[in-house]
């Protein structure tokens, strides 16, 4: 029988000294158990919003780990409060974290105040994913867009991020973009403290 | 680029998580873990088999010492070693000391027959047998049930000679010199790479056309 008589020597997981966070595995590795997770949800929906929405949220659980992971090694426990360090932070520590490369651009929206947005030209999750003609806009990037709300919402900054592709002229892939629109409250805040 | 061990692990967590949640009963997690570990390890085959070059293995103690050094290195980066051979060769133990699945996991009580590494069985299982090789893979020690290290048990059942079943039973008359066969096969293979914008990988099915060019005894057309 496994585990029964070791059971004293457990340590709390707690208690281990947290990693470098220099290990890589294979783009393959990771590839493979993204498109199981796909693969696995779309058995269990009808549609592609539920779809998206279950990508979204398994992205979150990532999020906030990646959170409270970075803010302990990276920044030693410091806390963003303003919109454009947590938004430069999405772009540049978690990005190259998790990618191994800060993300392409960062852009504030044009039409409305509160939209912002991260653009990548080969996001690493939709590489070898390619979308067959009925599935329309469905964007397996949701699961990024899901793990930089689970960042934003655990950082205090409540948001609505969701992934779309925009075709670039001269390419044949199109461009990835997370769109990440605050919520009233930050902007509110935002104002506030920039007084 | 290579992506982080910590993208990798806590999307696996991710994936854990959403299991209990849909199924709630651990035997059923740790069967669709497995499962879902089968279909990787059938794709998973042949890039290691592309990526790593190496040839047929001469018997299946070579076949573990491949999975533990050369395999588990590729894709995740970390060596496994391999020990506790029974007397036929048939019968082994892969033990993995880091294992980058669990970083930063704790079972909670209400999972305690969860084996949470579960995917790593079922993708040496589909591997193996694509290699002909029907196994079955357990768990002996796993570190989140207090263990000290993760040990796996590979057990070979049976192995499937390779046979191309037309061959052995068919002789061509004279009046169909012509006739190529086994045509069929060069219509699947044409067909499946036509369709080849929905498969999820398509540079290795070029590079399995070629092989299997290569070894076919028959010539194929086009």
């Given at each position: 029988?496994?585990g029964?008589?070791?059971m004293?020597?457990?340590s ?14 294979s ?15 779309q ?9 998206e929405r ?30 454009l ?7 540049s ?21 509160d ?15 390619s ?7 469905f ?22 991020v ?19 629109k ?14 | ?14 994936i ?6 849909d ?7 740790n069967?669709?873990?497995d499962q879902m ?33 050369v ?17 036929d060769g ?31 069985s ?6 193996l047998?694509?290699?002909?090789m029907?196994?079955e ?7 989140l049930?207090?263990?000290d290290?993760?040990?796996?048990q590979v ?18 008359p ?35 056309l070629k ?12």
């Open positions: 029988m496994i029964v008589g070791k004293k020597q457990y709390n997981v707690l208690d281990k000294p947290l990693s470098k966070g220099k290990q890589e595995v783009l393959s590795a990771f590839a493979f158990l993204f498109s199981e997770l796909v693969q696995y949800n058995t269990q929906v009808d549609n592609i919003a539920e779809l279950r990508l979204e949220d398994a992205g979150y659980a990532v999020g906030s780990r990646v959170l409270e992971l970075l803010c302990n090694r990276e920044k030693g426990n410091r806390r963003e409060t303003r919109l360090g947590i938004l430069s932070f999405v772009h520590t978690v990005w190259k974290v998790l990618f191994g490369k800060v993300a392409d651009s960062l852009e504030k929206g044009t039409e409305h105040e939209e912002y947005m991260i653009s990548e030209k080969e996001l690493l999750v939709n590489r070898f994913i979308i067959p003609k009925d599935m329309g806009t964007n397996c990037g949701a699961f990024v867009a899901g793990i930089v709300k689970g960042v934003l919402d655990n950082a205090g900054f409540p948001a609505v969701t992934a779309h592709f925009v075709p670039i002229e001269g390419q044949q892939r199109p461009r990835t973009t997370i769109l990440i605050f919520a009233d409250e930050v902007l509110k805040r935002e104002a506030r403290l920039s007084q | 680029m290579a992506p982080n061990a910590e993208l990798f692990t806590l999307t696996y967590g991710a854990v998580r959403q299991l209990l949640t199924l709630e009963d651990v035997d059923e997690v069967k669709q873990l570990g089968y279909n990787i390890g059938i794709r998973l085959i042949d890039e290691f088999l592309a990526k790593s070059g190496v040839s047929r293995c001469v018997d299946f103690k070579e076949t573990a010492e491949m999975i533990a050094k395999g588990f290195k590729m894709f995740l980066g970390v060596t496994a070693s391999v020990s506790s051979w029974d007397a048939t019968c082994c133990s892969i033990i993995l000391e880091d294992n980058p699945l669990v970083d930063f996991v704790e079972l909670p009580d209400t999972c305690q027959g969860l084996y949470y590494c579960n995917v790593l079922g993708v040496i299982r589909g591997a047998e694509m290699v002909s029907k196994t893979v357990t768990w002996t020690r796993d570190a049930r207090g263990d290290a993760y040990e796996l057990k070979l059942l049976k192995q499937v000679a390779e046979e191309y079943p037309q061959s052995t039973l068919v002789e061509l004279d009046t169909c010199q012509g006739l190529y066969y086994c045509n069929v096969l060069s219509g699947v293979i044409r067909g499946a790479l036509e369709m080849g914008s929905l498969i999820f990988s398509s540079n290795f099915l070029v590079k399995l092989q299997v060019a290569e070894e076919y005894p028959y010539k194929d057309d086009d």
